[in-house]
């Protein structure tokens, strides 16, 4: 589960709510151990997951770095091209 949880911190544009609420997600499914929770946690797993969000969000907003923020585009290239080397892919 959590190799779905993307690096946010500085990419150009910047993380979006949709990335950082997944991430949030990702991040309450792997220490409660559940993907979908039963009718009685429901409620205090989406408030886990709206809380790790606003947390996740100030994180982002107070984050310090001298570096270029990265560009998604190439980074996503390269992640393709680690899977396909990783699985054996024909480029």
């Not at 544009?13 to 949709?18: G, M, Q, R, W």
């Not at 559940?34 to 408030?47: D, H, Q, T």
């Not at 310090?64 to 990265?70: H, I, L």
Request: hydrophobic share 40%; aromatic share 4%; with cysteine.
């Amino acid at each position: 589960m959590c190799r779905n949880i993307k690096t946010l911190h500085n990419f150009e544009p910047p993380a979006t709510e949709d990335e950082i609420r997944a991430a949030a997600l990702q991040y309450v499914r792997k220490v409660s151990g559940m993907r979908k929770p039963s009718a009685a946690n429901a409620a205090v797993f989406e408030r886990a997951v709206d809380e790790i969000a606003h947390l996740t969000h100030h994180l982002l907003d107070d984050l310090v770095t001298s570096a270029k923020p990265r560009d998604r585009e190439v980074e996503a290239a390269r992640a393709r091209a680690r899977a396909d080397k990783r699985f054996g892919r024909a480029a």
